[in-house]
């Protein structure tokens, strides 16, 4: 699909004009019961994540791979404490930064030396060479990162009291990206997927002035690269807001009505999703592959859509309700 489509985009209309949709879920620790190996394994080991990438690829055969998702790959290699289980994804124990001055201290730390920066690197080298569809990576977003810096409550007082601190932090935060950004680029990366979860907790206006920029900016320098958002939790109030931005897409979460985004966002605007993650866990395949059948009848008039999961599955939803999910999406025809 690679020579026909280099981007999520082209791949929507491509599926579109057939009369189908493009299925790209956000799936990749589903991978990880076809190798046996863990969370930890894959996160430090670029061959085992590959592996388990490939045999994941090869059991459902989705239009387009992201490597694992993970959200603290840029505060781990910042130095951050962070806590790493064998089972679980993992998590910043400490927030460091509470003055300026803090920030000195990891101002000089070029994260490309890191060692599990280069983990996703190499994988990415590695999805690339090996599939023949698009490949996409993700980075955390400026304000997610500067959350996970100096504490997302403490952030959010800070943009209110002390905003040029907030611009300071959100500037750091975003040069760290941007650099790790220019590097997914160099290795492969066809489209690049901003995760910025702690953004729902700003109102529009707020969304505006303090981030939107931010987002703009890695849209227009690298501009040769697709840049889509995912924003957890609902977005309904942001979503004017975030196609602003510049980004070529949003990716929704469950409890955003796809239709209704649909109607807001307007067909120049690829929209990604968003089967619920919970309910891939605990339904039945009959419920998962309804669900599906009736998100594809919501977005049947809508051009720019890829059929997707809401949020990254956990890696024990049952390998049926997948099966569910891709064989719904395959039936479905315009």
């Known amino acids: 699909m690679r020579k026909e489509c280099n981007s999520l985009r082209d791949l929507a209309l491509h599926f579109y004009e057939k009369g189908r949709r493009a299925i790209v879920p956000l799936f990749g620790y ?159 990366a066809e489209s690049i997927m901003i995760l910025d979860p702690t953004a729902v907790i700003f109102g529009p206006q707020q969304f505006r002035h303090t981030i939107s920029r931010f987002y703009r900016e890695m849209v227009g320098i690298f501009d040769d690269v697709e840049i889509t958002l995912h924003v957890c939790g609902d977005t309904f109030h942001l979503l004017e807001e975030m196609v602003d931005s510049g980004v070529a897409g949003l990716s929704l979460d469950s409890l955003v009505d796809m239709k209704e985004a649909s109607q807001i966002v307007g067909e120049s605007t690829l929209l990604i999703g968003n089967i619920s993650p919970v309910n891939m866990l605990f339904n039945s395949p009959q419920e ?27 890696q024990d939803v049952p390998l049926e309700n997948i099966d569910a999910f891709f064989q719904a999406g395959r039936d479905w025809k315009k």
């Open 30 to 188: 589903s991978g990880l019961r076809f190798t046996g190996t863990t969370i930890k394994q894959n996160q430090f080991n670029h061959l085992v994540q590959f592996r388990s990438l490939s045999r994941l690829y090869d059991r459902f055969r989705p239009d387009a791979m992201f490597f694992l998702m993970d959200l603290s790959v840029e505060a781990s290699a910042l130095g951050l404490p962070v806590r790493f289980p064998l089972e679980e994804t993992p998590s910043v124990e400490a927030h460091l930064v509470k003055s300026s001055g803090d920030l000195d201290k990891f101002r000089g730390i070029d994260i490309l030396g890191d060692g599990r920066v280069i983990v996703y690197l190499e994988t990415l080298k590695h999805m690339r060479a090996a599939f023949p569809c698009p490949v996409g990576a993700y980075v955390i977003g400026p304000l997610t990162l500067s959350g996970l810096l100096m504490g997302a409550n403490e952030l959010a007082i800070k943009s209110i009291l002390e905003p040029d601190f907030f611009e300071e932090i959100m500037e750091f935060s975003h040069q760290v990206i941007m650099r790790y950004t220019q590097s997914l680029r160099e290795n492969g």
């Open 288 to 314: 998962i592959y309804d669900e599906t059948w009736d998100l594809l009848e919501d977005m049947r008039d809508f051009p720019l859509f890829i059929l997707s999961t809401g949020c990254d599955l956990p």
